[in-house]
């Protein structure tokens, strides 16, 4: 079975910083892609980032690029996403998906992880 436990949100202050972890299982880790989505309240899915199965190659939304880093460990199956510089407007639900984001994002079978930003 395929599961992906998102972790590591919280309550931030504007200018912090949250690591945001996705550990994953049931599949073959190494050979996927993971891409990091967002949910604001009232508002849709928002891709936010992408690291690649090989070459670890990363691509952000021009709204975190700068401030997120994405990264993988696949000696423990598990993508982290650092956020600095933090914004109120980062405050949503982060998700952590399998595979490359389609046009339209496929809505996330996890839970994820709610990081809220405020003073």
């Known amino acids: 079975e395929v599961q992906l436990v998102e972790s590591g949100g919280g309550l931030a202050q504007p200018g912090g910083s949250l690591k945001l972890s996705c550990a994953a299982s049931g599949f073959a880790f190494s050979s996927d892609s993971i891409y990091w989505v967002r949910q604001a309240p009232g508002k849709g899915l928002e891709w936010v980032s992408t690291?690649?199965?090989?070459?670890?190659?990363?691509n952000y939304a021009s709204s975190v690029k700068g401030r997120f880093t994405i990264s993988r460990d696949n000696a423990k199956n598990t993508v982290h996403l650092q956020m600095n510089s933090l914004k109120p407007e980062d405050t949503a639900v982060y998700y952590c998906?399998?595979?490359?984001?389609?046009?339209?994002?496929?809505?996330?079978g996890s839970r994820g992880t709610q990081v809220t930003v405020s003073s």
């Open positions: 998906m399998r595979g490359l984001p389609t046009p339209v994002l496929a809505s996330p």
């Open positions: 690291i690649s199965a090989r070459f670890d190659i990363t």
